[in-house]
């Protein structure tokens, strides 16, 4: 069966006209001013339009499930950029971390996994790609599936170079998708994942 076209009307190579980037910022994270022209949908070329631009880098997330329990290993540390909306900010999220120079998405899942659960996967599957907030930051992450043995997720793991304190936690797959309806979990790629899981589980 014939795949439906594409709804989109513009592509970047022939409809954006980038006329420069301009580093404003330059410390852990990166923030730059963009400036462009984009092709209107109503025929010809918009104003300069500048916006900025929070280059945060790449993530990979995985999603450890265990499905001998039917079970999700999930962590569990401190977000303190969610204090402005909640008070807690401790929050429950899949396993993540940023794509170092000339790392392959699963070779940091991989050590992802191995660093804030200590858990290695039995088997990995390539889920997909999203766009985390691309009104204002141009980061990407790639999500990945790794079936693991949750009875042996315990204990508090992270780097202490990098100020990780992270404690592991083992749900059902019905509890996490319990805590994605009631707010309890509330991160967009924790709650991504989760429900990935709960419309493919048949499938797999």
């Not at 889920?127 to 042996?152: C, M, Q, W």
């Given at each position: 069966?014939?795949k439906p076209p594409l709804l989109k009307t513009f592509n970047a190579n022939d409809d954006v006209d980038m006329l420069s980037i301009k580093p404003l910022y330059q410390?852990?994270?990166?923030?730059?001013?963009?400036?462009?022209?984009?092709?209107?949908?109503?025929?010809?070329?918009?104003?300069?339009?500048?916006?900025?631009?929070?280059?945060?880098?790449?993530?990979?997330?995985?999603?450890?499930?265990?499905?001998?329990?039917?079970?999700?290993?999930?962590?569990?540390?401190?977000?303190?950029?969610?204090?402005?909306?909640?008070?807690?900010?401790?929050?429950?999220?899949?396993?993540?971390?940023?794509?170092?120079?000339?790392?392959?998405?699963?070779?940091?899942?991989?050590?992802?996994?191995?660093?804030?659960?200590?858990?290695?996967?039995?088997?990995?599957?390539?889920?997909?790609?999203?766009?985390?907030?691309?009104?204002?930051?141009?980061?990407?992450?790639?999500?990945?599936?790794?079936?693991?043995?949750?009875?042996?997720?315990?204990?508090?793991?992270?780097?202490?170079?990098?100020?990780?304190?992270?404690?592991?936690?083992?749900?059902?797959?019905?509890?996490?998708?319990?805590?994605?309806?009631?707010?309890?979990?509330?991160?967009?790629?924790?709650?991504?994942?989760?429900?990935?899981?709960?419309?493919?589980?048949?499938?797999?």
């Amino acid at each position: 069966m014939p795949k439906p076209p594409l709804l989109k009307t513009f592509n970047a190579n022939d409809d954006v006209d980038m006329l420069s980037i301009k580093p404003l910022y330059q410390g852990f994270f990166t923030l730059a001013q963009y400036t462009f022209r984009h092709k209107l949908f109503a025929g010809g070329w918009s104003q300069p339009v500048t916006r900025e631009v929070f280059e945060r880098g790449h993530a990979v997330v995985v999603l450890p499930y265990d499905p001998k329990t039917d079970s999700i290993v999930l962590i569990e540390q401190i977000r303190i950029p969610s204090i402005t909306t909640t008070k807690q900010v401790w929050l429950l999220e899949l396993v993540a971390g940023m794509i170092e120079e000339n790392e392959s998405h699963l070779e940091v899942a991989k050590r992802e996994l191995a660093e804030e659960t200590g858990l290695v996967g039995e088997s990995w599957q390539y889920i997909n790609s999203f766009l985390a907030s691309p009104g204002g930051t141009t980061e990407r992450f790639y999500l990945y599936l790794a079936h693991v043995d949750s009875s042996k997720a315990q204990g508090i793991h992270g780097l202490v170079s990098e100020s990780e304190d992270i404690k592991v936690h083992v749900v059902s797959r019905a509890r996490a998708y319990e805590m994605t309806q009631t707010g309890e979990i509330d991160n967009v790629s924790t709650v991504l994942g989760i429900q990935w899981l709960m419309l493919n589980l048949q499938r797999m």
